[in-house]
């Protein structure tokens, strides 16, 4: 019972603390925006060691945040937050695709997850220029989003478009030029057709011209006969 009681004097107080010291989430977040507004301060001041130190510490904020609130609906948020920071600011593309991965992972019904998905392809492919890598994401992003139910997204259009200049070995000028020239190939159509319509109409009025003529001409000519047959 000593024991017990024991226990329970050095176990309380240790819990107490540490509900007591856990951050909250817009304690944790307001960090990690603080140190990100300081890291490109630094960096448009030409600090470029000093702003690399502060991105790091930004990153250290979001990772706590991850850890202590990992079921909070601003997660993925926070996980798409430190992949972006990796990409834009550290060129640290492995662990970019680390977090944009366990962003996919753990919250896949998210717009975040969508977006880290195509993400991780575009990495591998722009960036790393793992071609077989990107030709697998996506790939594997097409079989999970075959289309956009947000026309104003275009990430699966973009990520088909993408996966076709792999295939084919093609770059996306190339394809630009022939998307032009298959559009001015259309237009040329278009254009030789409405021509040809025209004439047809020009032709057709002509054709009506001619006969009305021919109708009027004997009406005319019968006129001077009736006339020359009274003088008569």
Do not use: W
């Not at 200049?165 to 394809?175: C, F, K």
């Not at 254009?191 to 054709?207: G, H, I, P, V």
């Amino acid at each position: 019972m000593q024991k017990l009681k024991f226990l329970l004097i050095i176990i309380i107080p240790a819990l107490l603390l540490t509900a007591c010291s856990k951050e909250s989430e817009e304690t944790i977040l307001l960090g990690a925006k603080t140190k990100m507004e300081e890291a490109k301060k630094l960096e448009a001041e030409g600090k470029a060691d000093e702003a690399k130190k502060a991105y790091g510490e930004a990153i250290e904020f979001y990772k706590k945040f991850l850890t202590e609130y990992p079921n909070s609906p601003s997660a993925p948020e926070v996980y798409s937050s430190i992949a972006k920071v990796y990409v834009d600011n550290l060129r640290d593309y492995p662990n970019a695709i680390k977090y944009y991965n366990e962003l996919s992972q753990k919250h896949p019904a998210t717009k975040e997850s969508k977006y880290g998905m195509f993400m991780v392809a575009f990495i591998y492919d722009e960036m790393l220029k793992d071609k077989d890598k990107a030709k697998e994401s996506y790939k594997k992003f097409l079989d999970k989003y075959p289309k956009d139910e947000d026309a104003n997204e275009k990430m699966s259009e973009s990520a088909r478009m993408m996966l076709q200049m792999l295939d084919e070995n093609r770059s996306i000028e190339d394809i630009i030029k022939n998307t032009q020239k298959d559009s001015l190939k259309t237009d040329t159509k278009k254009e030789t057709t409405k021509d040809k319509k025209e004439d047809k109409k020009e032709d057709k009025k002509e054709d009506k011209k001619a006969d009305d003529d021919v109708k009027v001409a004997p009406q005319k000519n019968d006129g001077v006969k009736d006339r020359d047959t009274k003088k008569q």
